[in-house]
């Protein structure tokens, strides 16, 4: 709960603050704004990941000072966890045995810290941290703002997904009166692209795909691309958007292949899709609309497995959201025309 976290805060003094395995916009955005939340307490505080920035979030504030390590090699009063559905997501030996304070907005999250703070209703974990500066009570600088903003801009799909709320755009509207300068931050993360990534993105869409119902697409990211165009790890993230730009496609599934035979997927839907069920049944999880796990086999036993199981998730959605596009079309196409007298 919120209120053991301010209140832990006020008592401890020595923080490590970490987040999941190849940190992404909310995880890096949160865990940085909580660091000079705690700076600003005058607390002693470092954020310790397994893995280094991805290039577009190098920018942000203490992101340079982000120390990468497997291991957590010191006894802190508190480690904050951040954004992590398990105590295995940020990849660290010896997080077990701290005094863990787990902080997160995924609804499928285990409770494995000593404290939990979870809140589901939370568009990105940037808003917890935004309300816990409010909390205890800390001026909102320039340098949180623009973590937050990076956070939420991030987790809603620039302010795509559903998880948009009022209050979103409400705590945005503070964080710009705060010092965040909207374009800037944007041009950090989207355009910040390298030529090797353009060209992974066309190899990547050439493999596109859709069933037989044209509402899942998948996409295909092998050891041989990478290996060839010399990508780095983070060059496929975003890749699974493309395809949902497409108005009947309803869920999307990107394999990349991670070792022979091993695929990393993630997953995307609209509307009451549930790809986060998905993802569970292959042990892994996510949100509704934005999930991951790791499927085995060949490529065609691999997405047979996934296809099937969305398919089943599109099923099930309550509003059929591609049914729904098509009757507004055809609503609009029988509508009276109005006559110009
Ligand atoms: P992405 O596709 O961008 O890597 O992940 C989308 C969402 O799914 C994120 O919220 C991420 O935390 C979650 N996610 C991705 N892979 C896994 C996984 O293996 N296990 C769990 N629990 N969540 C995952
Ligand atoms: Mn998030």
Redesign the pocket.
Known sequence: MLSQVVELIEHKRFFAITS?MRP?GDSLGSSLGLYWLLRQLGKSVEVVMRDPAPQAYRKLPGACEVRTTPTIDREYDAVFVIEC?DITRPGLDNLQQQFVVNIDHHSTTALFGTVNWIDSTASAVGEMIYNLCKAVGVRVTREIAECVYTALLTDTGSFHYSNTSERTFKIASELVRAGVRPAKIAEAIFNSYSWNKLTLLSEVLATARHDETGRIATLRQSLEMTARLGNADEDGDGI?NYPMSVRAIEAVAFLKEHAPGVYRT?LRSKGDVNVARV?EKFS????RN?????LYGTWEEAEEKIVAYLHEAIERSASHAGADRLRADEEELTQPQETIA
Request: charge should be negative.
């Open positions: 999941h992404d559905s699974v993630s993802a892994g999880g996510g949100h934005a999930a991951g796990c790791t």
